[in-house]
């Protein structure tokens, strides 16, 4: 069985900065992108950011140049480094990863359980 588990939310004041970090783990053969979203109260989920296995990256318009994502394919982690906050980023951030458990299934996306990021005026 595959877990994600999200660690690093908070609060925090507008202009500082938090790490999120998220490690898998359980029954996994090959994990390929893995990604950061976020959902604000009555707005839908939506992509930050993600990293394919290879290292290539994305974001969305509203955080680039203020967040970096990372893996450690070794320890099977993400990070979201997150600089420049501001109140609009405040959302449950939820990490997410394409994984495949064994090597005769199909690979499907899991989730972590999200962690709540505050942003103060």
């Known amino acids: 069985q595959v877990q994600l588990v999200e660690s690093g939310g908070g609060l925090v004041q507008a202009g500082g900065s938090l790490k999120l970090s998220c490690v898998a783990s359980?029954?996994?053969?090959?994990?390929?992108?893995m990604a950061w979203y976020r959902q604000a109260p009555g707005r839908p989920r939506d992509l930050v950011a993600s990293i394919t296995s290879s290292g290539s990256t994305g974001f969305a318009d509203s955080v680039k140049g203020r967040f970096a994502i990372s893996r450690d394919n070794a320890r099977n982690t993400v990070n979201l480094q997150m600089n420049g906050l501001k109140p609009e980023d405040t959302a449950v951030y939820y990490c997410a990863a394409d994984i495949r458990a064994s090597f005769g299934e199909t690979t499907r996306r899991y989730w972590g359980q999200g962690t709540q990021v505050t942003v103060s005026s």
């Open positions: 359980g029954s996994i053969f090959s994990i390929y992108t």
